[in-house]
Each structure stands twice: as structure tokens, then as C-alpha cells.
């Protein structure tokens, strides 16, 4: 009897040692610690442009910029703003708000990182003379004090919900004063609190940056060195990843995706993604001027159709708003649905029995657009709406359609890099005064509420705001909402530690290593 | 004389690279579209576009940008580009060098392939190598260079791994791999001039084998291949010259399409990139740069004529 106990715990425990080892070796992570070192070749979209925090507006620099600095807050997985140079923070009342800020971080030129660093930061965005896009961001503030080295008070002059959110942008990232005055600006060079030091930057050849190691999150990061090389043409991004030349592309074409998922070296993330395409159409003019118009658009177009024809499925309808789940300002209600038939209806109580013939403007070279412009004219067609198609070059549409109003209907996408707080995706486009609000439309009301729902600081109160935000805009349709494209990462089976943020960026890199 | 020749023409060069100057800054500004409005047209209302257009002299009248551009530029600064901050000396210093070797390379692979075919076409007309040589004219002439772009690099890099899909390397760095990274965007280009130069050097050498002296050089005992190369085609040289001088000066005004597919840092993407940018100094600077290229290879070809051809006298 005592054998054969003993027989069956020894066979037990070889069994458990060999069952660890195959698990081990199979790569179930039961012994996989990140590994230091090693280069990320990154294969880019299309060439960073200006590097400097305050004015680019490029989505490529802005995801370089994150790697380098730091703002006060950082955007988790869910676009939450949480603490990043901040230790902690308070709100003694709804117009003040007081950062306290980590001590013993230091720029990549050697220098600690205090208070007075922020303020220059912000006063810099604020300043006329540095031609800030983002300077709206502080349109709220009304002082920035510095009542220590480590704390920043700022002062505002009506409650800022999207205050916050609008501090975790890289543009809202920390510089240092005197890299300023010695170079004028920070469009070609960058020096910073972040994970990784700008080495060199060749223009269409090769951007480097290393490890900073005196970062202040502890034994982040992982990776020596990255280099970053543009490949605009997609194919080419493609092969590049297959064969090895690049390990990492920051956007996987939506037509590739089928192929590059079926090779074993290499890992495709997640699509989800903030973000909606949609047709603004031109209140001022007929036959767009008339609701039931626009309503029996937005009924007409099957966003399925969308998805597949121009976005190889890889896509989400939008049948509402254009916030949807899991974004949590998201909302799931469906106004419209495709029903060619309530279109025709709509178009004979608005006077138009036999539909009608209009223009769809897009700028000439971007495949998004011209396809999801042939896509959407395909669907209307069953409407007895006929658009004609005019491409022009960037350049010229944007002279025309943004600085003229000289169009009927044209294609828009609004992404991460122009919002991850609500007010982003509603204001400045549906706001009678809004910046982008080309399509003329106009309701006090809606002005109202778009006001106020910045000014709610519960997130549950808020939501409810952005719910009767989307109701309104989706009922009126000024933008037919299209859908929201998805946007994956792919890359080479030995990086490790990647996660596929909402927002299109990579700010993974800074846990990010290589098993080889 | 051949110094005087050349001081005149250098002389019409100043005067051609000012007026096209102006006409290109006529033209890049009155376009519509500006360098600010594109940048920014969804970060910033459009009182923000206008502050920030003033900060770079933009709402200025164009005759005092454009004097205040070409100030500069006689004494060398040809400005930052308004999109990077990069001066666009330098950004032209790094990329036309790449241009220029890729443009040699196409011309390179072109003529090797061009001239052979061309003569032994105009000599054996109907044979199987002037069937091959009407091909690859019509392959040439008809075939986008960036599908076969595509397709070279589909098949030796991504299949066959023979090459890197893309990347630059420079010559002086490690002259193997930037030699392995030029040979297919190399061959791309060269295809359209490969049919040309073919169909001109059978052309203009058919024409010359029709003619008297040919016979009496035939009739003299000399071999066929002593006529064919040192007499005919020698005259034919002058016709294969100007039409190779025309297409590499072509090709280096930079090919937007295949730079981009083997991501190389030329001077084609830069300056058509920034003509859809508007970002005006650049766009200054690369077509000066351009002009002066055509006019310098234009100068070449003149002067290798009198070296080809005794009758041409400077």
C-alpha cells in the first residue's frame, strides 16, 4: 500500500513537471518576463511632419510626440484620463483645480521637471504668437498659477468637463522653456520627459529614438531603441512587414488584413476605434435645406452596404449618432435603419416624388474617400437620388468646401487625434458658432445643451447630456452618419506587450519588448 | 568658341531659372488652397488659420513675398519648409543625390538593353531578336511602371526574398545593399525609356543603313559589323543622344509613384508632396533646382554632340 502511494505522488508530480514545461514552452506566459533590449522597426503610415507639441496636427507626429513627452494626464484603454506627470489632483470647487505634479522627473536634457514648466507649456499653447491650434482648449482658463515648485493651480472661468480629457493630449505635453529659446521651436527636434529620447530624424528615411533611462516609470521601457520608417504605399507597407524588414506597422490595410492574418509570424490586434465617417450636406442649399430630405438620406444608405464595399468589413454601421459602445459617451439607439421605401416617402412629402440629383464632393487621392463616396452614391441611386462624384485636389476641396461653403455634400472623418472627449465630436461641428460646422445648421437649443453638457462634471449626468446631444443630430441630420472604420495594428509574433488603444495611438511601445 | 558657347549659356540660366521662378510662385499661390488652411482645416476655426498664416508672412502681397524669397535665395537660404521647419537646402542636398543615382541607374539599365536591341533590330529586320525588341518597346511604352513595380516586388522580395522590399542605404554607407535596394525601383523606371531610346536608335539607324555611303563602306570590304557600329551608328548617335538626354532629364525631375513604393527619399516625392501642400518654399526651391538640372543637361548633350560629331563646331 505505502509503494503504491508513494508510486502515484511521484507519478503526479512528474506529470505536473511535465505538463509546466510543455505550457512553458507553448508559450502560455507561465514564464515569459519582458526581456530587455533590442530595436522595434516601425513601418509608418505616411511621414511624420512637425514634431513640435504645440502645433502639429498631423496624427502621425502627434503618436511620435506621446513617445517622447508627457502631459498631465494620459488616456487609458477606456479614454479615461488618469494621473501621467500628475501625482495627484483635486477640484476644490468647479473652477479651480490644483495638479500635483511628480517629483524627480527629469527632461532628456538632464533638467527636473517642475511647475513652472507646465505653465510656460500651457501660456506657450496659449499664445497667439506660437499659432497654436489647440490654444481652444484653454479658451475656459483664466489663470495658471504655480503656488510651489511641484503644484499648478489653474483657475477657470466656468466648469470644464472636458478639461481633462483635453490635458491627456500630446499636444498638451511638457516642453522645456530654454530647448525653446535655443531653437525656436520644437518642430525638428524633440527633448522631453518620456519613455524614449529623439535621436536623429532623416525626412522620408528613418527617425530614430532610444531609451531614456532615467524615465520615470520604473523599469519602463523595455526596448533599446525604435526606429520609425514612412511606407505610404500599402502594398509595400505590407510586404514590408512579411518579409521582416519592419517588425511593427501602425496601420494595417484594411485589404491586407485577410492575408497578413493568415501567416503565422505575424499578429493582427483589435480594430476598435473612436472615430465616425460621415456626409456633411449644405442646409443652405436645396434640396438639403428641408429635414425630410435629409432623413430619407440617412434612410437610404444601407451602412452594411458601406461597410463591405469600402471598408472590406472592416467597419461598424451607424444607424444614430456618432458615438457608439463601448466609448462611454456612446449610445447604442438607432434612429434610422435602411429602408429605401420611408426614403421614397420622405422624398415625395418633401416635394420630391421623383428624387432628386445633387454632388458629392471629395478630395482627389484618398482611397477612404472615393470609395466610400462611390458606395454611398451606389446606395442612393435606389433612391432615385443621383449624386455626381467631384474629386478635386486637397488642396482646392478644402478652399472650397471649408474656407467657401461651395458644395452640397462632401465626406468627413473626425478620429482620435481630434477627440477623445464628447465635446470634441459634437461641438465644434454641431454648434451653431462651431468651427467645422459647414453645413450651416443652426438650433438654439441644441446650442444650449452642447454648452451645458461641458459644463457637467458627473460622468453619468453627462452621458444622459450626449444621449439628447446624439437624439437631436441624428433626427435632424445635418451629417448623415456613415460608420465608424476600424483601425488595427499588425506586427511580428516576437514583439511583446503590445495593447491596441481606441484612440489610434501607440503608447504601448513603452511596455512593449522583443522575445528575440 | 566652346568657352564663349558655354558663358552664354550660362548667362541665359540666370535669366530662365528668375522667370521660371516667378512663374511658378504666380502660379503655387494662386491656386486655391493654402499651406495653413490644409494643415489645419480640422484642428483650427478658421480665425486660428488666419492669425497663423500672418505669423509667416502669409496675408502679405505676393511681390513682397516673392522678393523677400529671392533675396534670400541669391544668397543661398532657400527657407524652411512651413509644414516641417526643415531648411529646404538641406532637405534637397539629402534627397537629390538619391534621384540622381536611381535616374543614372534607369538610364543605365535602359540604354544597355535599348542600344543592342535597337541595332540588331535595324540590321536584322523580321529576325527573332527584333520580334523580342518590338516587345519590350511595346512593354515599355504601355506597361504603368508601378504595376511592374509592384509585381518585381511581390516576386524577388516578398516570394523570393532575393531583395528588401524597400529602404535606401547610401552608396558611400554600403554600396552593395544600396545597389541591391536600387535594382528593382531602377528597372521600374527604366522601362519607358528602354522603349524610346530602342525605337529611336532602329529608327534613325534603318534611315542611315538606307543610304549611299553605307553601300560604299559595304562595297570597300569593310565587315558588317565595322559598318554597322563604327559608321552607321555613330551617325545615328546624334538622334539616341537627344532622345536619352530628353528622358533622363526626365526622369530626374524624380518619379513620385515608384519613390513611394520602395520608400526612397528623392526629390520626386518631396517636391510633388509639397506642391500638394502648398508649402511654398519647398516647391521654390525644388523647381529651381529642377530648372537648373534641365538646363545643365541640355548643356551636356550639346557638347557631347560635338564630341560625336565632327561637323558641330562651337
Do not use: C
Request: hydrophobic share 45%; proline share 5%; glycine share 6%.
Amino acid at each position: 500500500m505505502r509503494g503504491t502511494k508513494g508510486r502515484s505522488l511521484a507519478a503526479a508530480i512528474g506529470g505536473l513537471v511535465i505538463l509546466a514545461v510543455v505550457l512553458g514552452h507553448a508559450g502560455f506566459g507561465l514564464s515569459q518576463e519582458p526581456r530587455r533590449g533590442g530595436t522595434l522597426k516601425v513601418g509608418l503610415e505616411i511621414e511624420v511632419s512637425n514634431l513640435d507639441p504645440a502645433t502639429s496636427a498631423q496624427g502621425a507626429a502627434i503618436n511620435m510626440i506621446q513617445h517622447v513627452y508627457n502631459s498631465l494626464f494620459r488616456a487609458d484603454a477606456n479614454l479615461n484620463p488618469v494621473p501621467d506627470l500628475v501625482e495627484r489632483w483635486e477640484a476644490p470647487n468647479e473652477t479651480t483645480y490644483l495638479f500635483v505634479l511628480r517629483r524627480g522627473v527629469k527632461f532628456h536634457n538632464g533638467r527636473e521637471m517642475t511647475a513652472d514648466d507646465v505653465k510656460y507649456s500651457f501660456e506657450r499653447i496659449m499664445d497667439k504668437k506660437t499659432g497654436s491650434p489647440y490654444a481652444h482648449y484653454f479658451d475656459n482658463v483664466s489663470k495658471i498659477e504655480v503656488p510651489d515648485k511641484y503644484t499648478v493651480r489653474l483657475s477657470l472661468k466656468s466648469p470644464d468637463a472636458s478639461l481633462l480629457s483635453n490635458l491627456t493630449m500630446p499636444v498638451t505635453g511638457i516642453v522645456p522653456k530654454e530647448e525653446v529659446a535655443k531653437r525656436g521651436d520644437l518642430k525638428t527636434y524633440m527633448v522631453g520627459t518620456g519613455p524614449f529620447k529623439f535621436v536623429s530624424w532623416v525626412p522620408n528615411k528613418e527617425l530614430v529614438l532610444a531609451r531614456n533611462p532615467e524615465y520615470f516609470e520604473k523599469n519602463l521601457p523595455y526596448l533599446d531603441e525604435i526606429r520609425f520608417v514612412p511606407i505610404t504605399d500599402e502594398t509595400a507597407r505590407t510586404a514590408a512587414l512579411r518579409t521582416g524588414a519592419v517588425d511593427f506597422i501602425d496601420l494595417a490595410p484594411a485589404k491586407d488584413v485577410p492575408i497578413l492574418k493568415r501567416e503565422a509570424e505575424i499578429v493582427i490586434t483589435d480594430g476598435a476605434n473612436v472615430n465616425y465617417i460621415a456626409m456633411p450636406l449644405n442646409l443652405k442649399r436645396k434640396p438639403f435645406d428641408n429635414v425630410k430630405v435629409r432623413q430619407a438620406v440617412a434612410y437610404a444608405i444601407s451602412r452594411e452596404a458601406i461597410v463591405a464595399a469600402a471598408f472590406d468589413g472592416l467597419a461598424r454601421p451607424l444607424y444614430g449618432g456618432p458615438l457608439v459602445p463601448p466609448y462611454w459617451a456612446g449610445s447604442a439607439t438607432r434612429r434610422y435603419s435602411y429602408d429605401v421605401n420611408t426614403a421614397k416617402k420622405l422624398l415625395a412629402e418633401a416635394g420630391y416624388p421623383n428624387g432628386f440629383r445633387s454632388t458629392l464632393k471629395i478630395p482627389a487621392g484618398y482611397a477612404l474617400y472615393s470609395n466610400t463616396a462611390q458606395a454611398v452614391q451606389g446606395e442612393l441611386r435606389r433612391a432615385n437620388i443621383t449624386l455626381d462624384i467631384v474629386a478635386e485636389e486637397v488642396g482646392i476641396w478644402i478652399a472650397n468646401v471649408w474656407e467657401k461653403d461651395l458644395f452640397d455634400a462632401y465626406i468627413i472623418r473626425f478620429w482620435g487625434i481630434d477627440y477623445i472627449d464628447p465635446d470634441g465630436a459634437v461641438h465644434r461641428q454641431f454648434h451653431s458658432k462651431g468651427a467645422f460646422n459647414k453645413a450651416g445648421y443652426s438650433n438654439a437649443k441644441l446650442d444650449e445643451l452642447i454648452e451645458r453638457a461641458n459644463r457637467v462634471l458627473n460622468r453619468e449626468e453627462r452621458r444622459k447630456r450626449y444621449d439628447e446631444i446624439q437624439t437631436i443630430v441624428s433626427e435632424e441630420a445635418p451629417y448623415i452618419f456613415l460608420v465608424a472604420a476600424d483601425r488595427s495594428e499588425a506586427y511580428r509574433s516576437h514583439v511583446k506587450g503590445y495593447v491596441h488603444l481606441p484612440n489610434g495611438s501607440q503608447y504601448a511601445f513603452r511596455q512593449t519588448w522583443l522575445s528575440r | 568658341m566652346l568657352a564663349r558657347y558655354i558663358f552664354a549659356k550660362l548667362q541665359g540660366l540666370a535669366l530662365i531659372l528668375v522667370g521660371i521662378s516667378i512663374f511658378v510662385f504666380l502660379l503655387i499661390h494662386l491656386v486655391p488652397g493654402d499651406v495653413i488652411s490644409i494643415m489645419l482645416y480640422q484642428q483650427a476655426s478658421a480665425e486660428k488659420i488666419q492669425e497663423i498664416r500672418a505669423l509667416f508672412g502669409l496675408d502679405q502681397p505676393l511681390h513682397v513675398q516673392y522678393l523677400q524669397w529671392l533675396s534670400r535665395a541669391l544668397r543661398g537660404d532657400l527657407g524652411r519648409s512651413i509644414v516641417t521647419g526643415r531648411p529646404v537646402l538641406t532637405d534637397i542636398v539629402e534627397r537629390f543625390p538619391v534621384t540622381l543615382e536611381l535616374s543614372l541607374l534607369a538610364a543605365l539599365f535602359a540604354l544597355v538593353l535599348a542600344i543592342p536591341f535597337g541595332i540588331v533590330s535595324a540590321a536584322r529586320p523580321g529576325s527573332v531578336a527584333d520580334a523580342i525588341g518590338n516587345v519590350i518597346t511595346v512593354i515599355g511604352l504601355g506597361l504603368p511602371n508601378f504595376w511592374l513595380a509592384t509585381i518585381l516586388v511581390l516576386v524577388f522580395s516578398v516570394k523570393l526574398a532575393l531583395v528588401p522590399p524597400i529602404g535606401y542605404v547610401s552608396p558611400f554607407v554600403d554600396p552593395v545593399q544600396n545597389l541591391r535596394l536600387m535594382v528593382l525601383p531602377a528597372l521600374s523606371l527604366s522601362t519607358y525609356m528602354t522603349a524610346t531610346v530602342m525605337r529611336m536608335t532602329r529608327s534613325a539607324l534603318v534611315e542611315i543603313l538606307g543610304q549611299d555611303f553605307v553601300r560604299t563602306a559595304s562595297a570597300k570590304g569593310l565587315s558588317e559589323m565595322v559598318v554597322l557600329l563604327k559608321h552607321a551608328f555613330r551617325n545615328a548617335l546624334i538622334a539616341v543622344l537627344t532622345m536619352s538626354g530628353i528622358e533622363v532629364a526626365k526622369l530626374l525631375g524624380g518619379s513620385l509613384i515608384i519613390e513611394q513604393i520602395f520608400a526612397l527619399p528623392g526629390m520626386g516625392r518631396y517636391a510633388v508632396e509639397a506642391i500638394f501642400a502648398r508649402d511654398y518654399p519647398i516647391v521654390q526651391g525644388t523647381v529651381l533646382v529642377v530648372a537648373l538640372t534641365f538646363v545643365l543637361i541640355n548643356l551636356t548633350v550639346d557638347l557631347l554632340y560635338a564630341a560625336v560629331d565632327p561637323r558641330v563646331r562651337y
